[in-house]
């Protein structure tokens, strides 16, 4: 069944200059396989769309149930060389979590 990645997981996101940083943890450590396993770069990439011009980064937390995201080129410049509404990336997080994701039916109990 697909379900929102809000369901299991919640997220933080900031920026580096034109560079988004997103950070997304299970709130159950039984659920860090599916987060592995279903939102890879490229699903991320594909979930943005236009608004990342440039690669998508992932990097494996297993220590902490997370794995955080560089989006490169996806800030219109960042700060105050994007006339974009959220410049910094402060609600990108937001936005994957509204990811539909791919889960077997008693992977989340």
């Known amino acids: 069944m697909k379900i929102p990645l809000s369901r299991f997981a919640h997220g ?3 920026d580096k200059g034109d560079t988004s940083n997103i950070g997304i943890i ?7 396989p599916i987060l592995v ?3 890879t770069a490229e699903r991320v990439k594909a979930h943005f769309g236009e608004l990342v011009q440039g690669k ?4 494996e937390l297993p220590n902490l149930g997370a794995l955080n995201f560089l989006l490169h080129e996806a800030l219109g ?13 402060k609600t990108l997080s937001a936005g994957l979590l509204a990811m539909e994701i791919e889960v077997n039916d008693g992977e989340l109990a």
């Not at 299970?26 to 860090?32: L, Q, T």
């Not at 998508?56 to 990097?59: I, W």
């Not at 410049?77 to 990336?89: E, F, K, M, N, Y």
Request: glycine residues 16%; without cysteine; aromatic residues 10%.
């Open 37 to 39: 396993r279903e939102v």
């Open 77 to 89: 410049g960042g700060g105050t060389l994007s006339l974009r509404i959220d410049a910094q990336g």
């Open 56 to 59: 998508v980064e992932r990097f």
């Open 26 to 32: 299970a709130y159950n450590e039984k659920h860090y």
């Open 12 to 14: 933080r996101s900031g």
